[in-house]
């Protein structure tokens, strides 16, 4: 059974994915899981989905209720993949596609008037990407106290506890992947 929406209004309906080994889509189990802990939390949120790969993550926000969604990687063929799953959902209006180097900086989110309630992040599994990517997001200004982040990666690579502005609240494990919850805890004077 191939990649789709859980829940939400779209539920149900199938997603594309990209061709090859470049990404690695969250199993639906997993989305779902995550998407029970999350609930309420997700209606009229602003998502950032980083490593979009799909944006199956983001995609499952709004059809859920959130009033928008930003999706960002490096690919161009993620991106073409995310662009055709917006269009198929009538997602358009509610989102912004980046093509960025996450691991360069996050400028790019400039672009985005309010700050992100909700961050999804699925770097590439033991890539020490997960540090220098928390780390170009707490710089980005895009986040404001309280916005909650979650890190999918493997438990082989830890997120780093000591990262001023962020706060492991939870973690859960689903096989060879975990799930860590992080709160920003810094005020930014943007939005």
């Known amino acids: 059974m191939g990649l789709r929406i859980i829940g939400g209004e779209k539920k149900g309906k199938k997603l594309l994915s990209v061709k090859g080994m470049k990404t690695r889509p969250t199993a639906d189990r997993m989305r779902e ?10 209606v009229d949120s602003n998502v950032l989905d980083l490593f979009a790969g799909t944006g199956a993550f983001g995609i499952e926000a709004l059809s859920r ?4 969604a930003t999706f960002v990687d ?3 063929d993620a991106l073409s993949v995310i662009e055709k799953n917006l269009r198929s959902c009538g997602f358009e209006v509610r989102s912004k596609i980046f093509r ?3 691991l360069i900086n996050l400028k ?5 008037a309010k700050p992100f ?4 992040m699925d770097p590439p599994y033991e890539k020490d990407c997960i540090y220098q990517s928390l780390v170009n997001l707490k710089q980005s200004s895009a986040l404001q106290k309280g916005s909650i982040i979650i890190v999918e990666h493997s438990p082989k690579e830890p997120v780093p506890e000591d990262l001023f502005g962020f706060e492991i609240s939870d973690q859960r494990r689903y096989g060879r992947t975990l799930f860590s919850f992080l709160n920003f805890m810094i005020s930014t004077n943007k939005g």
Do not use: E, P, Q, T
Not at 33 to 42: E, K, T
Not at 108 to 112: F, I, M, P, T
Not at 117 to 120: E, I, K, N, P
């Open 108 to 112: 790019c989110l400039k672009a985005v």
């Open 65 to 68: 209720g959130a009033s928008s």
């Open 100 to 102: 960025y180097n996450i």
């Open 117 to 120: 309630d909700l961050v999804f």
């Open 74 to 76: 490096k690919d161009r």
């Open 33 to 42: 899981s995550l998407f029970n802990i999350l609930s309420a939390g997700i």
